[in-house]
């Protein structure tokens, strides 16, 4: 059973930074792809960004704003968050792809909240 583990959120002011971290147990992390999702309040999870080999992916609403990056010797992932909106407050989930893509395993959450 693959456990992550999401750390990093906390309250910061608009116009801040925040950096998640996801740290993956099991071996061969590097051959599978990983994502970010959020859930704001009263809303549905939604996609953020992901990694998969060198490709990345962003959702509209953080592009040019969130970076993912990952690094394999240390089994996570990391979201970096550059120009916070009260809007990106919800809280976050890494998750790990299958080998067919399909995002088999969840973290527990981290809460990030942005104050206007």
């Known amino acids: 059973q693959v456990q992550l583990v999401e750390s990093g959120g906390g309250l910061v002011q608009a116009g801040g930074s925040l950096r998640l971290s996801c740290v993956a147990s099991g071996r061969t992390f590097s051959i599978y792809g990983m994502g970010w999702f959020r859930q704001g309040p009263g809303k549905e999870r939604e996609f953020v960004a992901s990694?998969?080999?060198?490709?990345?992916s962003y959702s509209d609403s953080v592009k040019g704003r969130f970076s993912i990056s990952r690094d394999n010797a240390k089994n996570t992932a990391y979201l970096q968050m550059n120009s916070l909106k009260p809007e990106d407050t919800a809280v976050y989930y890494c998750?790990?792809?299958?080998?067919?893509?399909?995002?088999?395993?969840w973290g527990q959450g981290t809460q990030v909240t942005v104050s206007s």
């Open positions: 990694i998969n080999g060198g490709r990345t």
């Open positions: 998750a790990r792809q299958s080998l067919q893509g399909r995002y088999q395993y």
